[in-house]
C-alpha cells in the first residue's frame, strides 16, 4: 500500500521531529538521499551538466545542497537562483564547492544546456502559479533534459488539487519519507514522472489522505474461500442490467461477476439480454431473489414503456430501497434522487460514474436537497479536478464514490476516510463495456462482504491488471478483460 499524507500533516510530522533532532539533521537526510539519486542518474545517463532551479524556501536548499555534493565530485553544477532570497548555508556550501552560481540571462543559457535539471523552487510551501523569474527557468528547460523534481514538481498543487501545464513537468520525483497527494492524484500525478521515497524518519499518528492498493494488498483483501465456504456464504451478486438495446452490458457484467468468483450471480433483465446472458454464462440464474449485493444499471433503459422493463425497473428500485449494498452504475445514476439518497443513507452504497455521469449527476441533484439554485456542472471541470467534484457527490449523496478515468478515484462517504487512487490500467481500456465489466467485478467484492471503498479500489485494481495481461501491449475487447479476472487474480495471490 502507498500512503501519501496531506501537506499539513507532513509540516507537523516534520516539526515533531526536528524537536528532536539537532539543527540541520532533517534536511542534512533529505539533501544525502537526493544527492544519491541525482548522482546515480548522471553515471547512469552520462550527463555532463547538473543545473539546479533553486527557490526561497527549504525545497530550493535541498537542491541546492545536492549539487553542492555532487561539484565535490567532480560534475559540472550550475544554480539558478534569485541571490536575494536564497538558505545561506546551503549557498555557502554550493560556493565552497564550486558550484556556478548564475541568475538572469546567464541563469537561462545554463538551463537550455543542461542534461539534467534539480527542480527546488517550491516544494510543500508552494502556492500556485510559480515565482516570476522562475517561470522562465521552467520555459528554458530543454525537452530532452532529464528533469528531477525536489519532493514535488514545481507549480503542481501539493495536496493534488490543480495541475499547471506551464509547471515542471518531471522525469522523476525524490521525495522525503512518505507520498503526499500531488504524487498519487489525477491530475497532479502526470507531472511527477517515478516517485523515489527517502526515509528522513518522519512517524504520522494520523490516518493518510490519499492511499493506493499495490499487488501486494491482493492476497489481504481478496475474498479467498476457505473449506467451509458454500456459495452463499461466498456472497450472491444480484445484477440488474442490459435492455433490448443494450443488451451486450448485462452479458459482460454477469460475466464478470462470475469470473470474479461470485457464489452465485442472479439476473434480471428483459427478453433480449436475458436471452444472451442464458447462453453465454450458464453459471447465472435468472430473476429476483435474495442475495448479499446489487448491481444496478448497466445498459438499462429507465424510458422502456415494455412490460418486462417496468419489472426489471421495479426489481432496480426495490434494490435502492432495500438495505443490501448497492453498486449504481450507467442509467442506474438517474434513479438516485433525494428520496433515494434518504432511504440509503447509512446502507452500503457505491456510484461508479464516468466524469460526465458525475457532471450529470452533480447538476442534477443541485448543492442540497432544499436548494432551488441550479449549478450547472460540466465534464472539463470534473477532468480538471476529480477529486473536489468526486467528494462533493459522496457529500451530497452520503455514498462511497467511484469517479473512473485512467486514475480511479474511490471517495469514501465518510470523510474522515483516506481516498483511493488506482492507476493500474493500460490506456487500451478505455473501449465499450469496460465498465459493465468493472460494476460486475466489484458487485462480487461487495457480495463476499468488502465495504464499498474497499471493494471499488480493489475491483479497480484487478480490472486494470486483467487487462493490462489480456492486452499484452495492443488492443483488449471488455469481454476479454472479464474473462482474463480469474488469471490476474490467481496472478496477484500467488506472486509472493
Ligand atoms: N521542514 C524540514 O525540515 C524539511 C523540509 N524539506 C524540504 O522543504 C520543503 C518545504 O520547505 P518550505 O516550507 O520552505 O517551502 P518551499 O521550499 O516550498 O518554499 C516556500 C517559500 O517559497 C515562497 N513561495 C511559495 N510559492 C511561491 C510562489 N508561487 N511565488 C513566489 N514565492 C513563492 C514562500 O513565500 C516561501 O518563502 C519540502 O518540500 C522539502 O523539499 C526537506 O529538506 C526535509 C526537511
Redesign the pocket.
Known sequence: MIEAWSPEDV?AA??AL?DELASGE??A???EGLAEVVAARVSQLGAETVVALV????????ALYAVAHLAETGVSCAAALDLE?VHEGALEAARGAGVVLVSGAEALEHIAEADIVVD?I??????????EA?AGWVAAIPDDAHVIA???PSGQAADGSGFDPDGVLADETVT?SVAKPVHLLPPTEQACGTLTVVD?GLMFDTDPAVVRLTFDDVANLWPVPGPDDDKYSRGVVGIVAGSENYSGAAVLAVTAAVEAGAGMVRYVGTPTPDGLVRAAVPEAVHGDGRVQAWVVGPGLDITSTRREAATQLEVARAALAGSEPVLVDATGLDLIDDDVIETRAGRATLLTPHAGELARLLTRLGPSRRSRKTVTVERSAVEAEPLRHARALAERTGATVLLKGSTTLVVPADPAEPVFSQADAPPWLATAGAGDVLAGLIGTLLAAGLDPAEAGALGALVHGVSADRASAGGPVRALKVAHGIPEAVAHLLTRR
Not at 55 to 62: H, I, V
Not at 122 to 131: E, I, K, S
Request: hydrophobic content about 35%.
Open positions: 509540516y516534520e516539526s526536528e532533517l534536511m537526510r533529505a539533501v527557490g526561497p524556501g527549504n525545497n530550493g536548499a535541498d532570497r527546488g517550491v516544494g510543500l510551501g508552494g502556492r500556485p502559479g510559480l515565482p522562475a525536489v519532493d514535488l522525503f528522513i
